[in-house]
């Protein structure tokens, strides 16, 4: 009778075991405690940030009660809220519970909750991630491969550099928008894709640059799918802005255009060799002529390999599009590198293969992660002007780097054999986009 008694206790002691490791590697497990420790962060002691700076000064505006005047925050100023609007619609529920608490002044019991509240955000990108890996792999990725995953998007140092060292809490939202409208393009429900695309684009200006691969990947379907695509993304944008370009067109016009053109060629860029030539006042108004050719280069590039624009493929292109950015914009600031990093990920975890070998699957990851910490080098103010264009030059070669080993490892057939992270081989097959389905 003791035997069995043992045996019993022992068996369920396993069970216990069996279902507590079951927990720790179920990525929802950790929700709570990833919320808490972006609270904590926000106690301590740094410089202030966009958060502060015009984000919360733009949601304030809101909540006096004009809504649509939110751009009028630094208005012919250098520093203006130069974002979209999305954003601040939950920091603006945020700050209508601060105001009842009577925290809407204090600053760190506002930062903390702002940040708990955006970190909700970077735990959802993270699932859209995965979920994108596993598309692209043909199988469902489980145990602590999966919670790996979830840690490198939601830990990775390009994360809390954008939200938490400079305050930019509208990336996480642009990027799981992105993310989720790739989704519904897979499913074929293209008019959501391009409502949810066009969020994107009103989250962050800049993820307009990423039409040019969504481009390329729909019209590979036809050109009527493009269209559409393209249609619901300018009814969303056109409807979001319209209001507050109406209700305030001098300071809209300023903040989300006129704006970048105004600054200087600043540090962290290739162009900084040419801030004392002739060059400048080009680069200063035209940088973004380079970066679009970059991108539509490559991403032209990787739409005429053999086997089409898959979706393995598009995300490639996206993270090179995202690169061509910071690789030649007029000034590089750590946060710009958050797209990179995730869409990077997503293509280099989503592709990988188990003889390709581990230094692969980390390689993308780790280099854009390094990168995001150089560019740190120049971005606090009052920096000597000595090693600007050192830091330059160096950012352009590592990303430059970067870019051709990841146009070389995409410019692959687009149907290949994958190995599966817990073991399984599948087919990373094309994107449907509307094959055999209905456009919804």
């Known amino acids: 009778m003791d035997h069995g008694y043992q045996d019993t206790r022992r068996v369920g002691l396993c069970g216990v075991a069996s279902y507590r490791n079951a927990l720790l590697m179920d990525p929802r497990a950790w929700a709570a405690p990833y919320v808490a420790t972006w609270l904590a962060v926000a106690f301590l002691p740094v410089p202030r940030t966009d958060l502060e700076i015009f984000f919360w000064p733009s949601a304030k505006v809101a909540l006096a009660g004009h809504p649509l005047l939110v751009y009028s925050v630094g208005s012919g100023a250098t ?5 979209g609007p999305v954003a601040l619609v939950p920091l603006t529920a945020l700050g209508l519970v601060l105001r009842a608490l009577g925290w809407l002044d204090a600053p760190e019991p506002r930062r903390a909750l702002a940040l708990a509240l955006f970190s909700v955000f970077v735990l959802l990108m993270a699932r859209e991630g995965m979920a994108a890996i596993e598309r692209i792999r043909g199988h469902r990725i489980d145990g602590y491969p999966r919670l790996l995953g979830y840690a490198t998007f939601a830990m990775a140092p390009p994360i809390w550099q954008s939200i938490a060292g400079f305050g930019h809490i509208e990336q996480p939202i642009e990027v799981w928008l992105v993310l989720i409208a790739v989704r519904w393009m897979d499913r074929n429900w293209i008019l959501r894709a391009g409502l949810v695309f066009g969020l994107a684009v009103l989250s962050r200006s800049s993820a307009l640059l990423l039409s040019i691969p969504l481009t390329l990947a729909s019209w590979s379907h036809s050109p ?8 619901a993304t300018a009814v969303t944008g056109v409807a979001g802005l319209l209001p507050f370009y109406l209700a305030d067109q001098a300071s809209v016009t300023y903040s989300l255009y006129a704006y970048r053109g105004g600054l200087p060629v600043g540090a962290g860029s290739i162009w ?6 002739s060059l400048a006042p080009v680069v200063q108004h035209w940088d973004i002529a380079a970066v679009m050719a970059v991108a539509v280069a490559t991403n032209l590039w990787l739409a005429t390999r053999r086997g089409g624009f898959s979706e393995a493929r598009l995300f490639a292109g996206m993270t090179l599009t995202s690169a061509s950015f910071a690789l030649l914009a007029k000034t590089v600031w750590p946060y710009y ?8 990920t997503i293509w280099a975890a989503g592709t990988w293969r188990r003889e390709d070998g581990i230094a692969r699957l980390f390689a993308v990851p780790l280099a854009i992660s390094t990168l995001g910490l150089v560019a740190e080098v120049s971005s606090p103010n009052g920096l000597a002007l000595t090693p600007v264009p050192v830091e330059g030059v160096a950012m352009f070669l590592m990303l430059g780097l970067v870019m051709a080993w990841i146009i070389w490892g995409a410019g692959g057939a687009a149907s290949v054999r994958t190995q599966n992270l817990d073991g399984g081989i599948s087919d990373a097959s094309p994107i449907a986009y509307g094959r055999g389905r209905d456009v919804k």
Do not use: M, W
């Not at 520093?79 to 974002?83: H, I």
């Not at 009527?224 to 249609?231: D, G, K, M, W």
């Not at 900084?272 to 030539?277: E, F, I, Q, V």
């Not at 590198?337 to 990077?344: C, D, K, M």
């Open 79 to 83: 520093y203006p809220n130069a974002n």
């Open 224 to 231: 009527a799918f493009t269209a559409r695509l393209f249609a």
């Open 272 to 277: 900084s060799l040419t801030r004392s030539g």
């Open 337 to 344: 590198f958050f797209e990179v990093f995730v869409l990077g």
